[in-house]
């Protein structure tokens, strides 16, 4: 009766670890394969730098491989519709920067609710643009500019990289705050509206700090001002917008990973772990200087509250400046 006990207990030892070993007792720690970020801009621009370089510090510290997929269309609708789209495992993210808090108010219909669709994963940092002139355009501040803009409505050009980006709509909170006329010149990305600021075609941009950097140590380019809410350290000498007298003025870009919504908040949490511990690494802090980042990374909320906050002050610019939606 003895022997016949001991068997059955050895029998059910054996069982239950074999069902623990199989995956049919406690379930494996997140993640267990490879973590996919999108990326909704083509490969080698400053999101999808920042992407790869977040990517090769969070793998190390997840234990498995992060892969970018660019997915580029619609303003960054495509890869945001992606994925939103993807099942809320936390394998599939979404690096959203500033279009997705403009979006909702420059695009007449989405394929997805820009605030139900994702869940927060982190706000990883933000950017300031540039407001930059040439060397010989008799603009020494941003007083000079408004100055010169108020005394000829309409006849100073600006340049963006396309309606709708971060150098168009800094461009317009900054008509709508300092009350002047500029107009606006989009062009299909930032090299061809360079080429026309070097060349005397257009007047002024308010671009990003990657762009112009080597044009303003070459004195091909004066640097007028932040659009920052501070001074940045990369340019201690440059004050703000709103320091050269433009009361309010503050125009950030941002990056932000997010989920698809319904993502389990233990994922969630691991995912914010491995974005705190991934800005630290020396790649990553090469590019605080040279794409102009502040680090930003908090807990998830921090991004909702944030893009919230964002979306309807852009809204305001928006409207004011009379876009009309795609």
């Not at 420059?106 to 300031?128: C, E, G, H, I, Q």
Request: hydrophobic share 45%.
């Amino acid at each position: 009766m003895r022997r016949a006990f001991v068997i059955a207990v050895l029998f059910a030892t054996t069982v239950a670890a074999v069902f623990v070993a199989t995956g049919g007792g406690a379930r494996a720690a997140f993640p267990e394969r490879p973590v996919r970020i999108i990326v909704p801009f083509p490969p080698g621009g400053g999101t999808d730098i920042i992407s790869r370089t977040i990517g090769n510090a969070m793998s190390a510290d997840l234990g498995q491989p992060v892969v970018i997929e660019n997915k580029p269309g619609a303003g960054t609708v495509v890869g945001t519709e992606a994925a939103a789209a993807s099942a809320a495992d936390g394998y599939t993210l979404v690096m959203a920067t500033f279009a997705h808090a403009v979006n909702p108010s420059l695009k007449a219909k989405l394929p997805y609710d820009t605030f139900k669709a994702f869940a927060p994963v982190a706000l990883v940092a933000r950017s300031y643009n540039i407001v930059v002139v040439r060397p010989d355009s008799g603009f020494a501040t941003i007083q000079d500019l408004i100055a010169a803009a108020r005394a000829n409505p309409g006849k100073l050009n600006y340049g963006s990289f396309g309606i709708g980006t971060s150098a168009h709509l800094a461009g317009e909170m900054f008509k709508y705050l300092a009350k002047v006329d500029l107009t606006h010149v989009p062009y299909q990305g930032a090299a061809a509206a360079l080429t026309d600021l070097l060349a005397g075609h257009i007047q002024v941009m308010f671009t990003t700090v990657a762009s112009v950097t080597s044009y303003i140590k070459a004195g091909q380019l004066r640097a007028l001002g932040v659009t920052s809410a501070q001074r940045s350290p990369a340019f201690p000498d440059l004050p703000t917008v709103a320091e050269a007298g433009v009361p309010g003025y503050v125009a950030e870009s941002w990056y932000g990973l997010y989920a698809p919504a319904g993502t389990a908040p233990a994922a969630i949490a691991r995912l914010n772990q491995a974005m705190r511990k991934s800005v630290d690494s020396p790649p990553f802090k090469n590019l605080e200087t040279s794409e102009g980042l502040t680090v930003a990374v908090g807990p998830p909320e921090e991004l909702d509250t944030y893009v919230r906050g964002e979306a309807k002050r852009w809204h305001d610019v928006i409207e004011a400046a009379h876009i009309p939606p795609e």
